[in-house]
């Protein structure tokens, strides 16, 4: 008796993609499983057969030798070496397809995991973001034990395989018709069990220490910008890598300047004489230097003087970014007797001329109103 092909054995048609084969065979595989056909021979045989031709189409080697030759490519040491299961076994198939349903993935041997990441929060000023420093920060964290290499046990002895799992970590269950794998309780998935744990970390592997580490920031870092410093973090159990530390850098609000990537902007409140005659002042920059902003005559509210290359360095470049001065014109307030004279002498003397804005507003305003009037 001829064997059946593997494309019919999935139901799939000879171009399906690898998703279409992976979905027809957790259909198949769920139908003809053992655990839910007990004592049957012939859904066991079937299910062997499902598990073997979707082992063969899920490699692209395996299914372009099965394409050209079928089922001679796996037979007497062709093109699949042997068998199709390559010494994985139908377990490892199951597994693979169904493996966040029965508890994910095997844990590595003797269970060590990779130590948690951490995190370290900075602020810095505007000033520092400018020119850049570098900084030393102490941070809580575990780091391996001294004494014994991180393994966890007492110095003189070792950790041994865990009898309950046999080191893999988990252990199976029936549950329904699915067998469950569960991370095993004797050694809580670590696959090695210790019967005289190390005294100075009492077998965790790892110890707590304040750490000093100093930190470079860069000129022109911008706020919310994260630095990574690689193995830093918390030390891994039983030996295992340690995890990363993460900077959150951000930026203390200013005083004076309010910052938009790589320019300032200064808001600079000016009198009234200075704004309608003209005439200069000084304003510091970010840098620590004082620069010279001179006011023409006639500078009207909200009028914005640039300065070039005066703002914040552009994060490893040599660029610069500007700085933006906002005159603000403030109104004279507590007049003297004196100062009111004069300043009702001043508008007595005011024409339409010293004053173009307002008075063509008020004018457009009153031809509205005219006209709606008519």
């Known amino acids: 008796m001829s064997k059946e092909d593997y494309y019919e054995t999935l139901g799939v048609s000879r171009d399906a993609d690898e998703k279409a084969l992976k979905s027809a065979f957790r259909k198949k595989a769920m139908k003809y499983h053992p655990d839910r056909n007990p004592d049957d021979a012939a859904a066991e045989a079937r299910f062997k057969e499902i598990g073997e031709a979707y082992e063969a189409l899920k490699d692209p080697q395996k299914r372009a030798a099965y394409d050209r030759f079928g089922h001679a490519a796996f037979e007497n040491g062709g093109a699949g070496g042997g068998s199709p299961f390559g010494g994985g076994g139908m377990g490892d198939i199951f597994e693979d397809i169904f493996g966040e349903m029965m508890g994910g993935g095997r844990r590595s041997s003797g269970g060590r995991a990779r130590g948690a990441d951490l995190r370290y929060n900075m602020e810095i000023s505007l000033e520092e973001a400018y020119s850049g420093r570098t900084a030393e920060i102490e941070i809580p964290t575990s780091i391996t034990c001294d004494t014994c290499d991180g393994d966890g046990?007492?110095?003189?002895?070792?950790?041994?395989?865990?009898?309950?799992?046999?080191?893999?970590?988990?252990?199976?269950?029936?549950?329904?018709?699915?067998?469950?794998?569960?991370?095993?309780?004797?050694?809580?998935?670590?696959?090695?069990?210790?019967?005289?744990?190390?005294?100075?970390?009492?077998?965790?592997?790892?110890?707590?220490?304040?750490?000093?580490?100093?930190?470079?920031?860069?000129?022109?870092?911008?706020?919310?910008?994260?630095?990574?410093?690689?193995?830093?973090?918390?030390?891994?159990?039983?030996?295992?890598?340690?995890?990363?530390?993460?900077?959150?850098?951000?930026?203390?609000?200013?005083?004076?300047?309010?910052?938009?990537?790589?320019?300032?902007?200064?808001?600079?409140?000016?009198?009234?004489?200075?704004?309608?005659?003209?005439?200069?002042?000084?304003?510091?920059?970010?840098?620590?230097?004082?620069?010279?902003?001179?006011?023409?005559?006639?500078?009207?509210?909200?009028?914005?003087?640039?300065?070039?290359?005066?703002?914040?360095?552009?994060?490893?470049?040599?660029?610069?970014?500007?700085?933006?001065?906002?005159?603000?014109?403030?109104?004279?307030?507590?007049?003297?007797?004196?100062?009111?004279?004069?300043?009702?002498?001043?508008?007595?003397?005011?024409?339409?001329?010293?004053?173009?804005?307002?008075?063509?507003?008020?004018?457009?305003?009153?031809?509205?109103?005219?006209?709606?009037?008519?």
């Open 153 to 374: 046990a007492k110095p003189g002895t070792s950790p041994s395989t865990c009898g309950t799992c046999g080191g893999i970590g988990q252990v199976r269950a029936s549950q329904g018709f699915f067998s469950i794998q569960r991370t095993c309780p004797k050694c809580q998935g670590r696959g090695e069990v210790i019967s005289d744990p190390c005294t100075s970390c009492s077998g965790t592997g790892a110890t707590s220490e304040d750490k000093t580490l100093s930190v470079n920031v860069p000129a022109g870092i911008e706020d919310g910008t994260r630095i990574r410093l690689a193995g830093e973090g918390e030390a891994g159990t039983r030996g295992g890598p340690q995890g990363d530390l993460y900077i959150f850098l951000s930026i203390r609000p200013h005083e004076f300047f309010q910052r938009d990537g790589a320019d300032i902007y200064c808001r600079v409140p000016i009198s009234m004489t200075t704004a309608a005659l003209g005439g200069q002042f000084e304003v510091g920059t970010v840098e620590g230097a004082k620069t010279r902003v001179k006011v023409p005559e006639g500078t009207q509210n909200g009028k914005q003087f640039r300065l070039r290359s005066k703002g914040m360095p552009v994060m490893r470049s040599s660029q610069m970014g500007d700085m933006y001065i906002q005159v603000a014109i403030e109104t004279p307030s507590n007049l003297t007797k004196r100062q009111r004279e004069l300043l009702s002498e001043f508008e007595q003397l005011s024409s339409e001329e010293n004053s173009p804005e307002s008075t063509g507003f008020f004018a457009r305003m009153k031809g509205i109103f005219d006209g709606l009037a008519e």
